[in-house]
């Protein structure tokens, strides 16, 4: 049995998933969900792989797994022996969690905005768009300090799935009316992203780098 | 002379590379200011004059920069060259986008929107600057400036605390010391509401670069704190109390 995804092609937190097995050279297959109009991952069978009702899902020998973050730990520690992905050292793991743990939880506001903005989702405009504005701050704060460092990435001397987890509420930041223009720390950090190796888009990411 | 005919600053220099482009907002215009790869910086109007796209969506090729739309290409004369769907089209001269006069000064972009006036500040010295950071903030211009006039400034690596100093060097630009070290601070008016602080430190990289860096961000970032409280909110809770106190 292959890698399977359910997947939403809109869906930046699905995105996250896709980057992942590419960029780890995976192969995969792919069930692309109706969420929207169609809310097809809502019915039963989807809230018996995931009673929280979101996508991604990710099925791996047996395994199923929600919750992007935990899905990109988890295809790191599997498949990438070397340990680069998601490191083993103490102090780059740790930070690796922390950054993890800030897509999950803080930039929850970024993927509201976008909601918001794409699908009519809940919210007010205008408190969405200050939230997800001083969560992209504190991303740019801390990659203005790790230049003066010379890093390059998030949480490691390497990129990591922290990156990954990351790049798409920045990448797709201007879906909800921020641009990148204040944005200068992360305009570097995003143009080393798209160099990876594997790297792929998804629609409102451009494809010219 | 009005806003239009003086030097604003737009962006610190390290902050567009070569073959990149930014888009940028001036006294309520859109720029795009791109970096041709021969490193030349060029700030223009951001609308390509076919479908009125951004053209700091787009990207840089060699010496010209492409809608992301249509691909059109433009040259550094702001003059269309290329029409992918037209290959062959020798493009009209009229199809072009307005570019505004460009220096580059104190580690910092500066244009611009009308003519190509005299700098209103002596050239920096030759030590150069170190890039500290841009900072956004949702206040005016002035309300920044007053900011600036009453911030402290924590020397770097000496023991004597002098008082900041802060001076007006010409134009939109500034300078805060504190004993040997000194900030070149240029403040762009993004419009009523929104300002640009764009911080660098008068000095070498062998000097700054790193600690020295990290030592003025860390003092960046509190004068944000700072600039963006509320003053009108503690005046009315004075007006409160006061009240209160009747």
């Given at each position: 049995m292959p890698i399977t995804l359910y997947d939403f092609e809109l869906d930046e937190s699905c995105y996250k998933v896709r980057l992942t097995l590419s960029i780890l050279g995976l192969?995969?297959?792919?069930?692309?969900?109706?969420?929207?109009?169609?809310?097809?991952?809502?019915?039963?069978?989807?809230?018996?792989?995931?009673?929280?009702?979101?996508?991604?899902?990710?099925?791996?020998?047996?395994?199923?797994?929600?919750?992007?973050?935990?899905?990109?730990?988890?295809?790191?520690?599997?498949?990438?022996?070397?340990?680069?992905?998601?490191?083993?050292?103490?102090?780059?793991?740790?930070q690796a969690m922390q950054w993890l743990i800030f897509a999950a939880r803080d930039?929850?506001?970024?993927?509201?905005?976008?909601?918001?903005?794409?699908?009519?989702?809940?919210?007010?405009?205008?408190?969405?768009?200050?939230?997800?504005?001083?969560?992209?701050?504190?991303?740019?704060?801390?990659?203005?300090?790790?230049?003066?460092?010379?890093?390059?990435?998030?949480?490691?001397?390497?990129?990591?799935?922290?990156?990954?987890a990351l790049f798409p509420a920045f990448a797709l930041s201007r879906d909800f009316g921020i641009d990148h223009g204040e944005f200068p720390a992360l305009r570097r950090w995003s143009r080393r992203f798209r160099k990876l190796p594997g790297f792929i888009t998804m629609p409102g990411i451009p494809h010219y780098c | 002379m009005g806003k239009e005919g003086e030097w604003h600053p737009i962006s610190l220099s390290e902050s567009v590379e070569s073959g990149t482009s930014a888009g940028v907002q001036l006294l309520g215009r859109e720029l795009v200011v791109w970096r041709d790869s021969a490193g030349a910086a060029h700030t223009w109007e951001d609308r390509c004059p076919h479908r009125g796209m951004r053209l700091s969506f787009g990207f840089v090729r060699n010496d010209r920069i492409a809608c992301l739309y249509h691909g059109w290409q433009y040259d550094t004369g702001g003059q269309c060259r290329y029409?992918?769907?037209?290959?062959?089209?020798?493009?009209?001269?009229?199809?072009?986008?307005?570019?505004?006069?460009?220096?580059?000064?104190?580690?910092?972009?500066?244009?611009?929107?009308?003519?190509?006036?005299?700098?209103?500040?002596?050239?920096?010295?030759?030590?150069?600057?170190?890039?500290?950071?841009?900072?956004?903030?949702?206040?005016s211009s002035n309300s920044a400036l007053d900011a600036l006039r009453t911030a402290s400034l924590d020397p770097f690596q000496q023991s004597m605390v002098a008082e900041a100093q802060f001076r007006a060097l010409g134009g939109n630009l500034y300078a805060l010391?504190?004993?040997?070290?000194?900030?070149?601070?240029?403040?762009?008016?993004?419009?009523?509401?929104?300002?640009?602080?764009?911080?660098?430190?008068?000095?070498?990289?062998?000097?700054?670069?790193?600690?020295?860096?990290?030592?003025f961000l860390r003092w960046a970032n509190d004068l944000r704190g700072r600039a963006l409280k509320p003053a009108a909110s503690n005046l009315h809770t004075a007006a409160q109390l006061s009240a209160g106190a009747r």
């Open positions: 192969k995969w297959q792919t069930v692309a969900v109706d969420v929207f109009p169609g809310k097809e991952h809502l019915t039963p069978s989807f809230l018996a792989m995931n009673p929280l009702g979101r996508l991604p899902i990710l099925k791996d020998s047996g395994l199923t797994l929600h919750e992007p973050e935990a899905i990109l730990a988890y295809l790191a520690r599997a498949y990438d022996p070397a340990g680069l992905w998601l490191p083993a050292s103490p102090d780059e793991f740790g930039l929850d506001v970024a993927i509201a905005a976008r909601q918001h903005m794409l699908f009519g989702g809940p919210g007010d405009a205008g408190a969405l768009h200050d939230g997800a504005r001083k969560v992209l701050d504190v991303m740019e704060d801390h990659m203005i300090e790790r230049g003066f460092a010379a890093a390059e990435w998030f949480a490691a001397s390497n990129p990591t799935v922290a990156d990954i | 029409i992918p769907a037209h290959p062959d089209l020798v493009v009209p001269e009229t199809i072009k986008v307005p570019v505004y006069a460009v220096r580059e000064q104190y580690g910092m972009i500066w244009t611009a929107l009308e003519g190509d006036p005299a700098l209103p500040f002596r050239s920096e010295d030759s030590d150069g600057t170190v890039p500290v950071r841009s900072l956004y903030l949702d206040c010391s504190n004993g040997a070290h000194t900030l070149v601070i240029g403040i762009q008016t993004i419009s009523e509401t929104r300002t640009a602080l764009h911080i660098a430190i008068s000095g070498s990289a062998k000097r700054y670069a790193g600690a020295g860096q990290l030592h």
